[in-house]
């Protein structure tokens, strides 16, 4: 692997407040942004993410399909609709936790590439790459695929609802990789019109849950009190609450995904901290609503019952207008789909700028001012994991590295809070909050670990194969020249084809 002869992350503390670095002080960064935006002819990724496109990014990337689908699982393990109430609530204080810290990490160390880029700077270049692996090969391809395959679904299921066959497999898959390619093109084209996008489709789920949200309240005002008679009744402990928290943990996912688009944020400083102040709060108020809807219309046991929890509560509450609810989760997971594009594919980049993939991946459309070739890149890779059966299989391996590489973010920031304390911190947040966040994360990975051993075992082999890859690829440096060349050559035949280049330095 090359190194792409850019200005990389500095990997020794002492020189994070060196020029060309992304970390300067407070009142030197409105000029910077302003320099930077005005000069379009300079080959870069733009600020083109204003406040509401990172609102909208983060609440349409956390508000997936697992709301419409499958709150049953929270309700299974906590055995009673007040105790599971309790979990969605405290777990979306925990994500706003989280969401804070790195509101922090974000606003001290402006680079792209989220947690990998934090735990580069904290940790140093062995743990970032062990972490860029394994979301190059799973976590981000099987998790992109699984919500496009749920999106084809949901589309397809209204046209084969009379056939006692059901869709056929093949077309929910080539309807996927379609939405997929879509996406991914939007995505190279335009960051406006990915951005667009995602509002769009953003405010259309949050309508849809609205809708829910309005007429389960309505129903509970109409006298429909008696499904939260004795609430707590039947309410289940110790491991099984540990098991209903890391559900509805995952419910929250994706708080970070902004993180991700740091360098392209206008104003950073300012609107990533007030993006993620807003949004995680507001969707734990729409999350904690929905589900006292839920359980407004449907009994426990009627949603138990369910696999599709808002499109049974469409039935029985809607009658014709049901099909509002497979539609919703259609247009949910589409959004989901290009706002894991648009954020995800930057993590790449950000590894190959710092010399951890190969240099092309690093790479700009010289008229787009797009990451051209690490959108594409994740696309393929995410084309091969649709007609993979049993996907879910693969990314349930790698529950225990999500949580274990935002605990490690967040522990770097603690880190950097003893090692540099001189570090310019617009946001400075009392120290107990990423300590109580790190021990969670340690909890939530111990208990991952205990409820399935053996998956756990399998990721943590599969992630163990990045060392190798990193001594052949990044600390192995006298590689022989014909590989050298080959590598050169693949290089400048994509720089031809795609028209892309280097990104160019910030002088």
Same mark, same amino acid.
């Given at each position: 692997m090359e190194h792409t002869g850019q200005t990389p992350l500095k990997k020794d503390l002492r020189d994070l407040d060196e020029p060309g670095v992304m970390i300067v002080l407070p009142d030197k960064r409105k000029k910077l942004d302003?320099?930077?935006?005005s000069d379009d002819s300079t080959v870069k990724l733009r600020r083109e993410i204003g406040l509401f496109n990172g609102i909208?990014?983060?609440?349409?990337?956390?508000?997936?399909?697992?709301?419409?689908?499958?709150?049953?699982?929270?309700?299974?393990?906590?055995?009673?609709?007040?105790?599971?109430?309790?979990?969605?609530?405290?777990?979306?204080?925990f994500s706003t936790i989280g969401a804070l810290c790195y509101a922090e990490l974000g606003t001290t160390i402006q680079a792209s590439g989220g947690e990998y880029s934090y735990i580069l700077h904290a940790f140093g270049s062995v743990p970032a790459f062990i972490l860029l692996?394994?979301?190059?090969?799973?976590?981000?391809?099987?998790?992109?695929?699984i919500i496009a395959l749920v999106f084809a679904q949901y589309v397809l299921e209204p046209f084969f609802a009379e056939s006692a066959c059901g869709v056929p497999d093949i077309l929910i898959r080539l309807l996927a990789v379609s939405s997929i390619v879509l996406l991914t093109f939007v995505n190279c084209w335009s960051v406006p019109w990915a951005t667009k996008v995602q509002d769009v489709f953003t405010v259309a789920k949050v309508l849809a849950l609205i809708v829910i949200i309005a007429s389960g309240l309505i129903w509970i005002f109409m006298g429909h009190t008696e499904n939260f008679e004795n609430?707590?009744?039947?309410?289940?402990?110790?491991?099984?609450?540990?098991?209903?928290?890391?559900?509805?943990?995952?419910?929250?996912?994706?708080?970070?995904?902004?993180?991700?688009?740091?360098?392209?944020?206008?104003?950073p400083q300012k609107n990533l901290?007030?993006?993620?102040?807003?949004s995680v709060p507001l969707v734990t108020l729409i999350y904690v609503l929905a589900n006292v809807a839920y359980f407004a219309v449907l009994t426990p046991e009627e949603l138990m019952a369910s696999n599709a929890v808002a499109v049974t509560y469409g039935e029985k509450l809607f009658g014709p207008m049901a099909w509002i609810m497979p539609v919703s989760v259609a247009l949910s997971t589409f959004g989901g789909v290009n706002g894991g594009c648009l954020s995800l594919s930057r993590l790449f980049f950000v590894g190959a700028r710092e010399g951890q993939l190969p240099a092309v991946m690093a790479m700009i459309? =010289?008229?787009? %001012?797009?990451?051209?070739?690490? *959108?594409?890149?994740?696309?393929?890779? !995410?084309?091969?994991? =649709?007609?993979? %059966?049993?996907?879910?299989?693969? *990314?349930?391996?790698?529950?225990?590295? !999500?949580w274990l590489a935002i605990g490690a973010a967040v522990a770097g920031q603690i880190y950097l809070r003893w090692r540099r304390p001189d570090l310019p911190r617009p946001i400075k947040l009392p120290i107990i909050l990423p300590i109580i966040f790190v021990?969670?994360?340690?909890?939530?990975?111990i208990m991952g670990t205990v409820a399935a051993p053996m998956d756990t075992l399998i990721g943590l082999a599969i992630t163990l194969t990045g060392?190798?890859?990193?001594f052949i690829g990044i600390y192995w440096e006298s590689k022989p020249k014909w590989l050298l060349n080959a590598i050169k050559k693949c290089t400048i035949f994509c720089q031809k084809t795609f028209l892309i280049v280097s990104q160019e330095k910030e002088e």
């Open positions: 302003s320099r930077r935006d909208s990014i983060i609440v349409g990337c956390i508000i997936g399909s697992g709301i419409f689908l499958s709150p049953k699982s929270v309700l299974e393990y906590t055995g009673s609709v007040g105790m599971s109430l309790t979990v969605w609530t405290v777990s979306g204080v692996w394994v979301t190059l090969i799973i976590i981000n391809p099987t998790g992109q695929a609430a707590f009744e039947g309410s289940a402990s110790g491991e099984s609450i540990a098991l209903a928290f890391y559900g509805g943990l995952f419910a929250y996912a994706a708080w970070n995904y902004l993180n991700y688009l740091t360098e392209e944020i206008k104003n901290p007030w993006a993620i102040a807003i459309q =010289v008229k787009r %001012k797009t990451p051209l070739p690490s *959108l594409i890149f994740t696309c393929i890779l !995410t084309i091969l994991y =649709v007609f993979v %059966k049993r996907i879910e299989t693969l *990314l349930n391996y790698f529950s225990f590295m !999500t021990l969670a994360c340690l909890f939530l990975v060392f190798p890859v990193y």
